[in-house]
């Protein structure tokens, strides 16, 4: 089931844990329908998404990574971020033992679908502290526009 | 990757449940022990490493900004906070130990005990 001891929590509740999630996200158990498109396993980096009265804001928790190398892209409402994490673990080096692997490395894509009422063009997107903010305002069309009656 | 994650409502963050255990990689080498954690969303101040005899914890809050009027669509990180313990093993010499924060992730450098080091033993012949 773990390809390597290494990569996977060693502490029991962890493990049992990160099986719990894994199955009620994918079977759809605990209200929510599990997507179509269930997330893998293991998904790096981990999506917030929120809505503000006037935008839609994605959070991707992707700590140590050059914030430039990020490819950050809208295609048809659907935003997606993608770059590479080296690992820090030095390899190579006979005098290196290892004893735990657990954090994702190598490279990473993953694609968020937008809600219709979003404005493509007007997007921002800051990293900080590991997270990477995407701000995409909400279209003008689609706020709640008042009609005075004659 | 193909997969797309469609929005569906879920249940909003809640800062009760009990923390969530960060990712770590750990190694050894002749000098001490390097601990990496991605505590992604924690600020320096946010952040705590204690050391309890040889009990080494380490914990920190995530704080987003600009939330007071959001509504969650989404949530893989439903718990704000992060907290994993250690224990240290005699060799490693845990007051000198280092600590470093970037972009998310938590370094911690254990060096061993000056006399625990590895030493080559000279055999010297008859």
Do not use: C
């Given at each position: 089931?773990?390809?390597?001891?290494?990569?996977?929590?060693?502490?029991?509740?962890?493990?049992?844990?990160?099986?719990?999630?894994?199955?009620?996200?994918?079977?759809?158990?605990?209200?929510?329908?599990?997507?179509?498109?269930?997330?893998?396993?293991?998904?790096?980096?981990?999506?917030?998404?929120?809505?503000?009265q006037n935008s839609v804001e994605v959070f991707a928790f992707a700590p140590g990574i050059d914030g430039s190398s990020l490819d950050v892209t809208i295609e048809r409402n659907v935003l997606k971020i993608s770059g590479t994490r080296a690992s820090a673990i030095p390899r190579g080096d006979t005098q290196v033992q290892l004893y735990a692997n657990e954090r994702p490395q190598g490279r990473f894509s993953r694609a968020v679908?937008?809600?219709d009422d979003v404005d493509p063009l007007k997007v921002e997107a800051k990293y900080r502290d590991g997270?990477?903010?995407?701000?995409?305002?909400?279209?003008?069309?689609?706020?709640?526009?008042?009609?005075?009656?004659? | 990757m193909a997969e797309r994650t469609e929005l569906t409502t879920t249940k909003a963050p809640d800062s009760n449940e009990h923390p969530t255990s960060p990712a770590v990689d750990i190694f050894e080498d002749a000098g001490g022990i390097t601990l990496l954690a991605d505590m992604?969303?924690?600020?320096?101040?946010?952040?705590?490493?204690?050391?309890?005899?040889?009990?080494?914890?380490?914990?920190?809050?995530?704080?987003?900004?600009?939330?007071?009027?959001?509504?969650?669509?989404?949530a893989e990180v439903n718990v704000p906070r992060f907290r994993r313990t250690f224990t240290l093993s005699r060799e490693l010499d845990a007051s000198r130990i280092e600590?470093?924060?970037?972009?998310?992730?938590?370094?911690?450098?254990?060096?061993?005990?000056?006399?625990?080091?590895?030493?080559r033993i000279e055999v010297k012949s008859a």
């Open positions: 089931m773990f390809d390597t001891m290494l990569s996977r929590p060693q502490n029991l509740f962890d493990q049992l844990e990160s099986l719990q999630r894994l199955l009620t996200r994918a079977a759809g158990v605990e209200g929510a329908p599990g997507g179509i498109r269930s997330v893998a396993y293991g998904a790096f980096p981990e999506i917030n998404v929120g809505r503000t679908s937008l809600p997270i990477l903010r995407v701000s995409i305002a909400l279209s003008a069309t689609a706020q709640p526009q008042r009609i005075s009656v004659q | 992604p969303g924690v600020a320096k101040d946010r952040l705590d490493v204690k050391l309890d005899g040889d009990t080494l914890s380490v914990e920190g809050r995530v704080e987003l900004q600009g939330l007071a009027d959001m509504r969650a669509l989404w600590a470093n924060l970037k972009d998310g992730v938590l370094t911690l450098r254990v060096p061993k005990h000056a006399h625990a080091q590895p030493r």
